[in-house]
């Protein structure tokens, strides 16, 4: 199976973005530990301030699995 090369944002974003970044991911684990990602379509998304950038997890990433440095 094929995987996704794990690259880091850390440092080539913004320290805000990052932040937002590490929170949103953190929302993404909690949903998860919680069990309320069992729903088809399911998502959280963040837009970062000042820009036309949304952050959303990855298309085939389950909740527990999404990180701050992989979008």
Request: proline share 3%.
């Given at each position: 199976?094929?995987?996704?090369?794990?690259?880091?944002?850390?440092g080539?974003v913004?320290?805000?973005?990052?932040?937002?970044?590490?929170?949103l991911?953190?929302?993404?684990?909690?949903?998860?530990?919680?069990?309320?990602?069992?729903?088809?379509?399911?998502?959280?998304?963040?837009?970062?301030p000042?820009?036309?950038?949304?952050?959303?997890?990855?298309?085939?990433?389950?909740?527990?699995?999404?990180?701050?440095?992989t979008?």
């Amino acid at each position: 199976m094929d995987t996704l090369p794990k690259l880091s944002l850390k440092g080539k974003v913004s320290e805000s973005e990052w932040q937002r970044r590490v929170d949103l991911a953190a929302c993404y684990r909690l949903v998860a530990n919680m069990g309320w990602d069992d729903l088809i379509y399911t998502h959280l998304s963040l837009r970062i301030p000042d820009t036309d950038t949304y952050l959303v997890n990855a298309f085939g990433v389950a909740f527990d699995e999404v990180t701050a440095r992989t979008w």
